[in-house]
């Protein structure tokens, strides 16, 4: 046995230093500055890294650990086969783990699982053109530890060939690096840092307007403004976080107004009916002034340009309108100008005019990611389908006999978490398989679905029972009734 376990190391070592492209290792926040990596707008990787650093923990062996399953997909990664010649990363020696990826926002069916990111990762993706919103990735060495738990043994920071060096579809190894963990600890203590360590730490003073305009922009996402002050102060001069750092460009009427479109917030929520109810805050005067108005399309596709419903926004910079469109996954609200002549008041014409502001799309499982079936290998989501409220059963491979495990199992729907009584429920067996073209890419589980007759409402629940061997296994948070993170 010890032969052995030297053997495995000695594979793993080996390697790890030699049989890759990676450029090197990035320890601290200062060295973001020297890289492409997230620097020019609209690229999303700072605040991917951002997101990440603030999603995964160290436990108290110092492990950095998961409280998701990106085997799953959940948040959008994706199994990544490191099968480029020659290999991007370390080779992984036999069941040391997989490659996950994180960052495609184009992922083009109707259940992009990238859309659980929150807006602060996606809005530059939806607010701007062409292939450069969708160039950055972050991978992940992930080990399965059983039971839900996952250790992450590294993580790397990567990015596509800009599209129009015809270079293909891979990652560019001269732009690859390791991320040590001193990095994203650095991160996650952002949002406690005093300016004057910044300062002396990074070498870089940050003017109290820059820093309060980045703020403001990025209030609610406590230390991310610091991280792109910091990261972006010295770099690539056509940035625009730069050019504001010197206080140029904020005398430009333009960036003023790209400015205070960052603060405008357009969601899809749900009616107490499962249709879709729109909801606007932070639209500024200069606009309100012009006449703005909401209007749903069926996705961010560009070939969806049809309009499901629209609403004049009546002159209020927040608030709200109930459509009358069922509610599905993929919805998108935009903000454009209402055209107001006498010939739209006569009732002719579209009153949609130029578009200024897209929303995320609404996502299949309002950013809940599944709940685990207390000890079994199986999870438990809620989702929504034409306004009805839907199940899926995410069950694990490895656990073959689930049929016979849970054959007096079944799932019930319930109007809200204080209810005994469900609304209307099926038996986990008689979940029909999920066809999508991109389960492909789940790793190791398979996927099961139910859609109920039931109208999707806020609080609605969806819970697991195991009937003979004892009650409730799993109950998913109550239908958008919970704090996003
Ligand atoms: C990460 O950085 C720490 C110091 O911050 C260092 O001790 C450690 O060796 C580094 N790990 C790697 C893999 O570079
Ligand atoms: C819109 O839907 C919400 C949620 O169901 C409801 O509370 C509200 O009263 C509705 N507003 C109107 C005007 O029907
Ligand atoms: C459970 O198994 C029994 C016999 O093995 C079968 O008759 C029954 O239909 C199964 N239940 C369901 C919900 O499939």
Redesign the pocket.
């Known amino acids: 046995m010890v032969g052995r376990g030297f053997l495995g190391c000695f594979i793993l070592c080996l390697s790890l230093a030699s049989v890759c492209a990676v450029k090197g290792t990035l320890k601290s926040i200062d060295d973001l500055k020297g890289i492409e990596f997230g620097h020019t707008s609209p690229r999303h990787g700072l605040m991917l890294l951002h997101w990440l650093a603030n999603n995964i923990y160290n436990d108290n062996k110092g492990n950095m650990r998961l409280n998701f399953n990106p085997a799953r997909r959940d948040y959008g990664f994706h199994f990544y086969g490191n099968a480029d010649n020659p290999h991007l990363l370390p080779i992984l020696p036999y069941q040391r783990g997989n490659y996950y990826s994180l960052g495609n926002l184009a992922d083009n069916n109707n259940n992009n699982d990238a859309l659980a990111l929150p807006d602060y990762v996606t809005q530059r993706f939806y607010n701007s053109r062409g292939p450069e919103n969708n160039r950055d990735r972050v991978i992940l060495r992930v080990r399965d530890e059983g039971s839900n738990q996952f250790i992450v043994d590294e993580v790397y920071v990567t990015q596509h060939y800009p599209r129009n060096e015809n270079r293909g579809s891979a990652y560019d190894p001269d732009n690859t690096y390791r991320v040590n963990v001193s990095l994203l600890r650095q991160i996650q203590s952002l949002p406690t840092i005093n300016l004057n360590y910044i300062l002396q730490t990074y070498n870089v003073e940050i003017n109290d307007n820059i820093l309060e305009h980045l703020q403001n922009t990025w209030r609610d996402t406590p230390g991310l403004a610091l991280l792109l002050a910091i990261v972006l102060y010295f770099t690539r001069p056509k940035t625009l976080i730069k050019d504001q750092a010197f206080g140029l460009i904020l005398q430009s009427k333009r960036v003023m107004e790209d400015k205070d479109n960052t603060l405008i917030k357009l969601e899809v929520k749900?009616?107490?009916?499962g249709k879709a109810?729109i909801i606007w805050s932070g639209i500024p005067k200069r606009l309100l002034d012009q006449g703005v108005m909401v209007v749903l399309y069926k996705s961010n596709n560009p070939d969806s340009k049809s309009e499901l419903d629209r609403s004049s926004v009546g002159g209020k910079a927040s608030g709200?309108y109930?459509t009358s469109v069922p509610l599905n996954p993929g919805l998108q609200v935009r903000l454009h100008k209402e055209v107001k002549t006498w010939w739209n008041y006569l009732g002719f014409g579209s009153p949609t005019g130029e578009e200024i502001w897209r929303g995320s799309e609404f996502h299949d499982a309002n950013r809940e990611i599944p709940v685990d079936i207390n000890g079994h290998d199986a999870s438990l989501q809620l989702f929504v389908k034409d306004g009805k409220a839907c199940a899926r059963l995410y069950v694990k491979r490895s656990f073959t006999d689930w049929k016979k495990t849970f054959n007096n199992s079944w799932v019930g729907f319930y109007s809200s978490a204080g209810t005994l009584d469900h609304n209307t429920w099926q038996w986990a067996v008689k979940f029909s398989e999920e066809s999508r073209s991109d389960w492909a890419g789940i790793r190791g589980c398979n996927v099961y679905v139910y859609e109920s007759s039931m109208t999707m409402?806020?609080g609605v629940q969806a819970r697991f029972i195991l009937e003979k061997s004892g009650g409730e296994k799993a109950r998913t948070p109550p239908w958008e009734r919970f704090v996003q993170g």
């Open positions: 749900t009616t107490n009916r109810r709200s109930n409402s806020p």
